[in-house]
């Protein structure tokens, strides 16, 4: 079956632009996350969505980034006033239920270098 | 806090040897491990996890052992080829948090044939 899709694979937008990264989880899976990874560094938790629940959003790095999730299917990441350091891979994954116990899959990313 | 450690960052092994990976977590009543491999500009994928009610897990050259009382684990490689070569992060639940999992920093493992 098919895994978890991203979308644009990459991005180069300018300082102080918007931009929304997307996700498309595993069907049937409840639980989406997603993650910043900057070169070279680890897996960076931004925020969670379980079903119909409100989003865990404590990994958020400031107000320039939101998240928003349709019941259990496409999940999009904005950023706002993109700034340099916001340059690294966006990973989303999805897991059958919450993944304190459940195997995350993850999407190929998306890589956003801000210019 | 929620930190796992993760130890070493880089490792470097010649073929056929082994490699060990080692990290801490901070919350005793964690009850699930898994570890991830991230090939070069690849996503990561789960290669082997372990459940707080074992002490070690094992899949071919790949094993997993778990010390509750000392709260770490560790990815044990044996007879290590090439195609090991990777990234490879440990995770655990943060304290109180058990709907997400925390990474670690990661190790870099190269294997030199």
């Known amino acids: 079956g098919a895994g978890v899709s991203q979308s644009p694979s990459n991005k180069v937008t300018e300082k102080g632009k918007d931009v929304e990264l997307r996700c498309d989880p595993i069907?049937?899976?409840?639980?989406l996350y997603w993650y910043r990874q900057r070169l070279g560094q680890g897996l960076e938790f931004l925020i969670y969505?379980?079903?119909?629940?409100?989003?865990?959003k404590s990994g958020l790095p400031s107000d320039r980034f939101s998240a928003e999730r349709t019941g259990e299917s496409v999940s999009t990441l904005t950023i706002q006033r993109t700034q340099q350091e916001d340059s690294a891979v966006y990973l989303c994954?999805?897991?059958?239920?919450?993944?304190?116990?459940?195997?995350?899959?993850f999407g190929p990313g998306t890589r956003l270098t801000v210019t | 806090g929620e930190n796992v450690e993760q130890h070493p960052s880089t490792l470097s092994v010649q073929e056929g040897d082994s490699a060990v990976i080692k990290c801490t977590y901070s919350?005793?009543?964690?009850?699930?491990f898994p570890w991830y491999k991230q090939e070069l500009g690849k996503r990561p994928q789960l290669i082997i996890d372990?459940?707080?009610?074992?002490g070690e897990k094992k899949d071919q050259r790949i094993a997993v052992t778990l010390n509750k009382t000392a709260k770490h684990f560790s990815l044990h490689i044996t007879e290590t080829q090439p195609e090991d070569s990777a990234v490879y992060f440990c995770a655990a639940p943060p304290p109180g948090g058990y709907n997400k999992l925390i990474f670690g920093a990661g190790t870099r493992l190269a294997v030199h044939p």
């Open positions: 994954a999805s897991s059958p239920r919450p993944s304190g116990g459940a195997q995350q899959y």
């Open positions: 919350d005793s009543a964690s009850n699930y």
């Open positions: 969505f379980q079903g119909n629940s409100a989003p865990d």
């Open positions: 069907s049937g899976h409840t639980a």
């Open positions: 372990i459940r707080s009610n074992v």
